[in-house]
């Protein structure tokens, strides 16, 4: 293990001594999760990752060695934002904000669940706003409320008056967290509000801190356990009765029990994940653009993960990993691939069947549908087959010429070949393959797979869908 993992992994594990409940929190990530490498992992949340669709950013500060929020301004709370005539959404710099035109009743609301805070510490609450040069209706205080889990509140006021224009500051509340689990689905409620009837204009809200006291206390290792309960005592520093070296035996005591307590699930998840790296398959690189937080570093709740299903690269792919055939297949839905046509609404139409949506072939003389796929997705010498999922409809017409199937490879090589449509059962999903077979590929290549299905002779072709393009080892997944 070098320095840097070292580093890392006494970071966060300072964090989960603290009872920072980490695994809760970025259960809500918006992104793929580097793990099981502590240093991965760890320069994911300094840099910050966006948690509830983009509502909330998460922020480890590695100068304080403390983490933060920020809750933007879209998933607070606002009374008549979705009225024009009295909020506006506007931007300043990369922030999107809300603009104040005029309202008599401000209203401004949000929580947090308890379990995303770190227990016996003082934390702030801080709305971020501005006054602009129109702003004026301020002479009463603004109002201040906090409501814990235990239903008791702290209120306080602040005056905007005389606050800089065209300044950002922030108005905040401090409390204490008590104890909570990592399990508590207790929330803190704050809201900033002024209901005394006058108009009020002018004002910028961009979103709400919510951080130890201090902007982000240090969570300085030490060994003064008098100190331990008190946040931001000496300079922004939490001090922890805890040496660095205790750190690493109790991570190292919980990767020995881990290991020691594995279970036949654990196991079998490990031997089938590990089974497809062995094949060559890049797991890693494929999860990176998953479009749900991965469970690490517990094989099983991946593994779960995995067989459920996962999305990629925006909803454009789905990914499976079928535990009876021990095998993983992807399915490329109908919008992420290139249809010629498909944006005029004369030759093809969206549509549903069941829960699938499906393009509608009207009606086109040139017939082309394409669609790529990265070769470190795909195992190593292992055949596959690119399958395109169709059905003819009751008014499917034209098809009297062979479809056109090609596959070219990334070391420009092809597969051709044709499939005749004429005489297949209407209103049945059917699938029309090629088959090939991958070569010897590093994680890193950047070769792709690209295939295509067309017919260029100019005769009108009716009523074709198109659910999507499955790939997978041939056979729907080989052990």
């Known amino acids: 293990m070098d320095n840097k993992e070292k580093e890392a992994r006494e970071k966060l594990g300072g964090e989960v001594k603290l009872g920072h409940c980490l695994d809760v929190i970025l259960k809500n990530a918006d992104v793929a999760l580097h793990y099981p490498s502590f240093v991965k992992l760890y320069d994911q949340l300094v840099a910050g990752i966006l948690l509830n669709k983009g509502a909330i950013k998460y922020i480890f500060d590695k100068k304080l060695n403390s983490h933060w929020y920020f809750i933007f301004a879209r998933a607070l709370s606002i009374a008549w934002i979705e009225d024009k005539r009295y909020w506006k959404w506007g931007s300043c710099g990369n922030s999107e904000v809300a603009e104040l035109i005029e309202v008599s009743w401000l209203n401004i609301r949000g929580k947090i669940n308890e379990s995303m805070l770190s227990p016996n510490i003082v934390y702030e609450v801080a709305l971020q706003v501005q006054l602009n040069d129109r702003a004026s209706g301020w002479d009463a205080p603004l109002n201040i409320e ?18 800089p224009r065209n300044q950002w500051f922030e108005i905040v509340v401090e409390y204490k967290v008590g104890n909570p689990g990592c399990g508590s689905s207790g929330e803190i409620e704050f809201s900033f509000f002024e209901h005394g009837g006058h108009w009020k204009r002018g004002l910028l809200v961009k979103g709400v801190r919510i951080g130890a006291k201090g902007c982000g206390c240090s969570l300085k290792i030490t060994n003064v356990p008098d100190l331990s309960s008190k946040c ?4 922004g520093v939490i001090y922890i009765s805890i040496l660095p070296s205790h750190i690493n035996s109790y991570l190292s005591s919980v990767h020995k029990k881990e ?29 990176k653009n998953a479009d749900v937080a991965l469970h690490y570093p517990s094989f099983v709740k991946l593994y779960d993960q995995l067989v459920a299903g996962i999305l990629l690269n925006k909803g454009a792919i789905k990914y499976i990993f079928d535990k009876k055939l021990n095998s993983h297949w992807y399915f490329i839905f109908a919008r992420a691939l290139s249809i010629a046509w498909i944006e005029d609404k004369r ?62 490879k990334p070391d420009g090589s092809k597969i051709v070949r044709q499939e005749c449509l004429l005489g297949k059962p209407q209103n049945q999903w059917f699938e029309i393959v090629v088959e090939f077979k991958v070569g010897n590929h590093g994680c890193g290549s950047s070769g792709e797979i690209e295939f295509s299905f067309f017919e260029h002779g100019g005769h009108w072709k009716r009523g074709l869908l198109v659910k999507g393009v499955r790939i997978g080892a041939k056979g729907c997944g080989c052990s």
Do not use: F, T
């Not at 906090?146 to 606050?163: A, N, T, W």
């Not at 549509?351 to 082309?368: H, K, Y």
């Not at 997705?377 to 008014?395: G, K, P, T």
């Open 146 to 163: 906090l409501k814990k889990p235990d239903g008791s509140k702290i209120v306080r006021q602040e005056c905007l008056s005389g606050k």
């Open 232 to 235: 931001c005592s000496k300079g």
């Open 259 to 287: 290991s020691a307590i594995m279970d036949n699930k654990e196991k079998e998840a490990r031997e089938k994940l590990g089974g497809e790296v062995k094949l060559g398959h890049c797991l890693d690189v494929i999860l």
């Open 347 to 408: 030759y093809w139409k969206w549509g549903s069947c069941g829960n699938s949506e499906v393009a509608e072939l009207i009606e086109v003389s040139w017939l082309n549908i394409r669609g790529k796929i990265n070769e470190s997705m795909l195992s190593q010498n292992v055949v596959y087959e690119v399958a395109l999922q169709v059905q003819l409809n009751s008014r499917a017409s034209g098809w009297n010429a062979p479809l056109n199937i090609e596959l070219k």
